[in-house]
C-alpha cells in the first residue's frame, strides 16, 4: 500500500531564516506530487505540484520554491521565512490525472 | 476549472442526516464532482465523486441534477465524529485541484 511521510511535523523558526520541508512517498512510482499551504481557519492554496522529478510548476508567485531530486521525494524550500509563511503545509500525491488525491500529515509552521 | 460555491458553515445534531449544496455553474462537459472531508490538524480525505444523477457509498451519497450545476453531499446519521470542513471540487482530469474555503460542519450531542 501507498504511504506519504511528512517531516518535521512542528516547526517554529524566526523571520528570515531558511526553511526546508521534505514529503516522501512508499508504494508508488512516478506520483504527481503537490504542495498545499492553509492558513489558520482558511482553505488549501496551492503551491507547487510536478509530474516528474526535475518538472516544478509554481502557481502562486512568493519567496518559496520546490524541487523533486528523486521520483518520490518533493522538498519545500525557502531562503527567507516571512511572517506570512505561517501555515499548515500539507504535501498530497496522485496517480496520472487528477481525480482521488492523498495527502500527508502536513508539517505546522509558525514563523515567529 | 468550474468555480464552486457552497455555505461557509452548517450546524447539525447527532442522528441527523445533513445535505451541503455546492453550485458549479460553470462546470465543463468533462468535469466530475469530488467532495473532500477535513478534519483539524489533518490533510483532506477523499469522500465520494460522481458525474451524474447519485453515487453511493459507505460514507455519504452524492446527488447531481440533469443539469449538473449543483451538487448535493448527504450524509446519513450524523455523529460528532462527522464534524469537518468539507469541500467540494470540481475535477477534469488535469494535474490540479483547487480547494475553495469549504463548509464547516458542526455536529451537536
Given at each position: 500500500?501507498?504511504?506519504?511521510?511528512?517531516?518535521?511535523?512542528?516547526?517554529?523558526?524566526?523571520?528570515?531564516?531558511?526553511l526546508?520541508?521534505?514529503?516522501?512517498?512508499?508504494?508508488?512510482s512516478?506520483?504527481?506530487?503537490?504542495?498545499?499551504r492553509?492558513?489558520?481557519?482558511?482553505?488549501?492554496?496551492?503551491?507547487?505540484?510536478?509530474v516528474?522529478?526535475g518538472?516544478?510548476?509554481?502557481?502562486?508567485?512568493?519567496?518559496?520554491?520546490?524541487?523533486r531530486?528523486?521520483?518520490?521525494?518533493?522538498i519545500?524550500?525557502?531562503?527567507?521565512?516571512l511572517?506570512?509563511?505561517?501555515?499548515?503545509?500539507?504535501?498530497?500525491?496522485?496517480?496520472g490525472?487528477?481525480?482521488?488525491?492523498?495527502?500527508?500529515?502536513?508539517?505546522r509552521?509558525?514563523?515567529? | 476549472?468550474a468555480k464552486?460555491?457552497?455555505?461557509?458553515?452548517?450546524?447539525?445534531y447527532?442522528?441527523?442526516?445533513?445535505?451541503?449544496?455546492?453550485?458549479?455553474?460553470?462546470?465543463?462537459?468533462?468535469?466530475?464532482i469530488?467532495?473532500?472531508?477535513?478534519f483539524?490538524?489533518?490533510?483532506?480525505?477523499?469522500?465520494?465523486?460522481g458525474?451524474k444523477?447519485?453515487?453511493t457509498?459507505?460514507?455519504?451519497?452524492?446527488?447531481?441534477?440533469?443539469?449538473r450545476?449543483?451538487?448535493?453531499?448527504?450524509?446519513?446519521?450524523v455523529?460528532?465524529?462527522?464534524?469537518?470542513?468539507?469541500?467540494?471540487?470540481?475535477?477534469?482530469?488535469s494535474?490540479?485541484?483547487?480547494?475553495g474555503s469549504?463548509?464547516?460542519?458542526?455536529?451537536?450531542?
Amino acid at each position: 500500500s501507498q504511504t506519504i511521510h511528512q517531516w518535521p511535523a512542528t516547526l517554529v523558526q524566526p523571520v528570515g531564516s531558511p526553511l526546508s520541508l521534505e514529503c516522501t512517498v512508499e508504494g508508488t512510482s512516478n506520483p504527481n506530487l503537490y504542495w498545499y499551504r492553509q492558513a489558520a481557519g482558511r482553505g488549501l492554496q496551492l503551491l507547487f505540484y510536478s509530474v516528474g522529478i526535475g518538472q516544478i510548476s509554481s502557481e502562486v508567485p512568493q519567496n518559496l520554491s520546490a524541487s523533486r531530486p528523486q521520483d518520490r521525494q518533493f522538498i519545500l524550500s525557502s531562503k527567507k521565512l516571512l511572517l506570512s509563511d505561517s501555515g499548515f503545509y500539507l504535501c498530497a500525491w496522485t496517480e496520472g490525472t487528477v481525480y482521488e488525491q492523498y495527502f500527508g500529515p502536513g508539517t505546522r509552521l509558525t514563523v515567529t | 476549472l468550474a468555480k464552486t460555491t457552497q455555505p461557509i458553515s452548517m450546524d447539525s445534531y447527532e442522528g441527523q442526516e445533513v445535505n451541503i449544496t455546492c453550485s458549479h455553474n460553470n462546470i465543463a462537459t468533462n468535469d466530475y464532482i469530488t467532495w473532500y472531508q477535513q478534519f483539524p490538524s489533518q490533510g483532506p480525505r477523499f469522500i465520494i465523486q460522481g458525474y451524474k444523477t447519485k453515487v453511493t457509498n459507505e460514507v455519504a451519497s452524492l446527488f447531481i441534477p440533469a443539469d449538473r450545476k449543483s451538487s448535493t453531499l448527504s450524509l446519513p446519521r450524523v455523529s460528532l465524529s462527522d464534524t469537518a470542513v468539507y469541500y467540494c471540487l470540481v475535477v477534469n482530469g488535469s494535474y490540479k485541484l483547487i480547494f475553495g474555503s469549504g463548509t464547516r460542519l458542526l455536529v451537536r450531542p
